[in-house]
């Protein structure tokens, strides 16, 4: 043991320390949200609760492929179709990891995770989302061009991702 953890040790000086921390903040303002009156800011492309996208005409995006489904990690999706329709499109949130892969295995943009962080409730079946619930979503959270920008901006790639960079070698075949 060295002189300095011996003083350190028999005098507390980190007690002291936390103390003089201590009667620094007690007098300043407090940092706590007062959570009815004031909300915390959500930053962009948060992940939130779920949505089914609309398209201009107001009909669902989703035709049920099952990709979004299939490639969920927590099974979370429940799909079924029926004469070329989506009978039933559910999600279990209380299941779902919020992980975003269904939203990018989705070739139609048709399910999002809107910004709404603010969904608890007393009983189960209100958490488990059923198909009209989620299309309601969609006009609640993602209203206008809000919609359209949100897979803009936070799903990548999209196809003005793909092409060829400036500056690289480009084969063109044989000049005849």
């Not at 490639?71 to 499109?89: E, F, L, M, N, T």
């Not at 989620?134 to 206008?144: F, T």
């Amino acid at each position: 043991m060295t002189v300095r953890e011996i003083v350190k040790r028999f005098t507390f000086i980190e007690i002291f320390q936390g103390m003089s921390l201590t009667l620094r903040r007690l007098f300043s303002h407090a940092v706590t949200i007062q959570y009815p009156k004031e909300r915390r800011h959500i930053a962009p492309g948060f992940r939130g609760q779920h949505a089914l996208a609309k398209n201009q005409a107001g009909q669902a995006k989703c035709v049920g492929c099952g990709l979004c489904a299939t490639i969920c990690p927590s099974q979370c999706i429940h799909i079924s179709r029926a004469k070329g329709q989506v009978d039933k499109y559910e999600i279990d949130i209380l299941r779902c990891i919020y992980c975003g892969f269904c939203v990018e295995a989705c070739p139609y943009g048709a399910i999002v995770l809107t910004e709404n962080y603010e969904y608890s409730d007393y009983k189960k079946e209100n958490i488990y989302m059923k198909k009209d619930r989620l299309l309601s979503n969609w006009d609640k959270y993602m209203p206008g061009k809000k919609g359209e920008e949100y897979f803009k901006k936070f799903w990548r790639p999209m196809s003005d991702d793909f092409g060829t960079p400036t500056g690289q070698a480009v084969w063109r075949g044989k000049k005849q």
